[in-house]
Structures are given as structure tokens and as C-alpha cells.
């Protein structure tokens, strides 16, 4: 697919989260007037300079009043407009969780709420700017859809996906790039198949199965590699769809491996991991396996640079292949 200014989705490799995404958006305004862009004086950080530029009477700038854009975002919708409200993951996700709950999830308006800082990206800023609890706040709303993309061209085109091609409210959690593995490419072909509510196979494998979703996929496909050096065979699924989770793609895992790792840049209370232990256990006949949760084990993190912290909270290598040998042995 080429872009209005020219550039196929391969130009999309090796760029930051946040900058594909605002690429992407722009674009998305090109094809359709409907798009509108509200965010809480954090236009540049959000990366809404382009489509501002291009589209200046279908771009909102609220201050910092990040409830009343989530409010005004649901009147848009009302009105027809296909509105993208962005802001940074901590702000978004605990400030106006009423807002995202009541004004938009309950009557299943057609708003778009994007989330760049996510996880510990601002990991200099200390837990008020940590953003490690909002797939917990998020999955336990109805009706919205949590979408986390793992490279720059999944980031494109999730952010296509959510803005034009799915109906109903969207959580899209962002990573900034300069995280761990924020511009790696996990992707060979451009063109990928993506679909929202569609695991993505990256790696085939008998022994054990790693499930992961944004930053962590990279931290999945690492660990395989180290996991194969010790003759072990580590399937890798990208789960870029938190919610609704494949399902299908779960039990398969089930019954084709040994057990599940779930690896994830959030709080393991109430985040990724339980949610695939849930629908594991909730087939009837598909096979019970052991699963083991990497991520934040339910504490305030530290504060320092994001990698620093990654290693600090677990999020390595040896967590993961750990985790992988307790399940196999």
C-alpha cells in the first residue's frame, strides 16, 4: 500500500512508534474527512504534527484537560466525526477512565483513544509518569478494544485498522521507540496480514510457547533464540490484539506445546498474562498447561532509564528462559 505522499508501508521500517504512527495518521486524515484529532497539549510528543499541518480545522488542542477531550471526543462521534484522542499512557488511562468508561464505552461510540508513553518509556519520571496499569483499567471496561503494536510497520498498520477499518471504541497503546526494541523491525515483508483480534505466528516450535504483545515480542524472539541453543524449540506469538484475544491461538499453544510464557511491559495483576490464563482454562477438553508470567510482579517500579529498569523488573532474557525450563523440567 503506498501513501498519499508516496511512500510504501517498507518506508515505515526502523521508525519510532509514535512517529509511524503519526505518519499513519496523517494519511488516515487524506482518506478520510471524518478524522478528527483532539489531544491535551501534547501534539508534538503524540506525533499529530503532520496531520495539524495538513489539517489544521480537524485538529484540537484541549490543554491539559484530558477529561474534557475524552468528553468532547464522545460528542464528536455523536456528530458523525471519527475522532482520535491522544495523550500520554499514564495521563489517559487513570485520569479519565471514567470518562473513556461512561462517555464512550458505554454507549460503544466510535472514538479512538492513543496512548504513546506507555509501559516505562518515561522511566525517568518515576511511577506518577509509569504507565504499568492500564491493560488492567482497560480489559475490565466493555466494549473497547485494546490493540498494542510490537514494530514499526505493525504500528502503521494497527494504527489504519483501529482508525478506519474498526467500528467502536479502541485503546491503542503506543510504544515511543527509544525503548527496547521500539524501532526493530520484527517483520521481513511489509505487506504482513495483519488483523485486529488476529495473533500473528513469528516463530514455530514444539517445546514451549512465548506469547508477548508491543515492546515485548522483541524480548520473545531473544529469548527463542537462546531458548534453541539449548536444543529447546520456543514458539513466539505476537498478540498485538490484547483484547479480544485470539482465543483460537491460545489453545492451539496449548495443545501443541508444553506450557505458555507471557511476557509484557505491565503490571502481571490483572494484565496480559492472566487474561490468556483465563481462556486456557475456560475450554472445555483443550488441555490444561502450565503458564508462567513475566512482567511487572505487582510493585512500583524504580526510577531510571527504561532499559535500566527493564533488567531491574525481570524484563530479560534469562527471566523468560527461566520461566521456559521450570515449565519443561
Known sequence: MATADGFTMASFKEMAGRDSYGKML???GEEDERLVVLNADCQHPTRATLFAERFPDRNFNFGIAEANMISAAAGMAIAGKIPVAAGFGFAISLRVAEQIRTNVCYPNHNVKVVTTATGLSMGTGGPTHHCIEDLALMRGIPN???????????????????????????????VRGEDF???????????????????????DGEDITLMAHGNSVGL????????AQKGIGARVV?????????KEA???????????????????????GEAVAAVMAGKKGSPLVPVRLVGIQDEF???GASLDLWQAHGLREQTVVAAALDILN
Open 220 to 227: 520473545a524472539l531473544l529469548s527463542a533464540a537462546q531458548l
Open 301 to 303: 517500579c524504580k526510577i
Open 250 to 272: 491460545i489453545w492451539e499453544a496449548a495443545e501443541r506445546t508444553r506450557g505458555i510464557v507471557t511476557i509484557e511491559e505491565n503490571n502481571v495483576c490483572g494484565g496480559f
Open 144 to 174: 473497547i478494544t485494546i490493540v498494542c503494536p510490537a514494530s514499526p510497520i505493525e504500528n502503521a498498520l494497527a494504527t489504519r485498522a483501529c482508525l478506519l477499518e474498526h467500528e467502536g471504541p479502541v485503546y491503542l497503546r503506543l
Open 181 to 203: 526494541g521500539g524501532t526493530d523491525e520484527i517483520y521481513e515483508q511489509a505487506d504482513i496480514d495483519f488483523e485486529i483480534g488476529k495473533a500473528i505466528t513469528l516463530r
Open 238 to 246: 505476537n498478540m498485538h490484539t490484547v483484547k479480544p484475544l485470539d
Open 26 to 28: 496523517a494519511q488516515c
